[in-house]
């Protein structure tokens, strides 16, 4: 089985600009969740979608927004950049509740 | 609001020894328990995950243990290889929800 892709693997962008992450999981896996890791802090929880629907959000403001197509795909989008922004997103795909969640290599975000 | 926390950046051990991670957290509601390993340049790998209906779990060379009481969760590797060398995240979660809650990783560096 395919493992979960992402692209791109690496994006500099400039401030105030907007991106688009995309996110393919795992053969039969329902459910994405994405997360925002940056030095020192782990991985935050940015949201999680099933079926299409965002069934979980992080305490994330309003610039970081996502969907789910109906193959499973995943996008996340971040607008108007900041250069806290720069970090590393996971995508992480699972089938459902309580399974462990298979981690793409991630996007490397840079904002200048 | 770190609900999860590893407050050991980095660890260093001999080949052949015992790894000891910890893992603190803070909502007393998690009732799921997860590590999870990462190297460079890759995401991070499910190791082993523990219910909060038990107190440990064993999969070969690694051992959760979950001490309720005390909010505290720890992950033994016996005996440790150069190979675990990576950084360690211990996450928690509610009950079915996906909404994981990750710590800031212990860097692990395991020498020959």
């Known amino acids: 089985k395919a493992g979960v892709t992402q692209t791109p693997r690496y994006l500099i962008k400039t401030r105030g600009q907007q991106v688009t992450l995309s996110c393919s999981p795992i053969s039969g896996h329902r459910s994405v969740s994405w997360y925002q890791q940056t030095p020192g802090q782990g991985l935050q929880f940015l949201f999680e979608y099933f079926s299409e629907t965002q069934r979980n959000k992080g305490n994330f403001p309003g610039r970081f927004s996502g969907r789910q197509f109906s193959n499973s795909r995943s996008e996340m989008n971040v607008s108007t950049l900041e250069l806290g922004d720069s970090a590393l997103y996971l995508c992480?795909?699972?089938?459902?509740?309580?399974?462990?969640?298979?981690f793409g290599p991630g996007t490397r975000l840079t904002v200048l | 609001d770190q609900q999860v926390k590893q407050n050991s950046p980095s660890l260093s051990v001999q080949e052949g020894r015992i790894s000891i991670l910890n893992c603190d957290y803070t909502?007393?509601?998690?009732?799921?328990f997860l590590w999870y390993k990462k190297y460079p340049a890759e995401g991070p790998t499910f190791l082993i995950s523990i219910s909060s209906i038990k107190d440990k779990n064993e999969d070969g060379r690694f051992t959760v243990f979950l001490n309720k009481s005390a909010k505290h969760l720890s992950l033994h590797i016996v005996p440790s290889q150069p190979g675990d060398s990576a950084v360690y995240f211990c996450?928690?979660?509610?009950?079915?929800?996906?909404?994981?809650?990750f710590g800031a990783g212990t860097r692990l560096t395991v020498k020959p």
């Open positions: 996450a928690a979660s509610v009950g079915n929800n996906n909404d994981m809650r």
């Open positions: 992480a795909s699972h089938w459902g509740a309580r399974n462990e969640q298979f």
């Open positions: 909502n007393s509601m998690f009732d799921y």
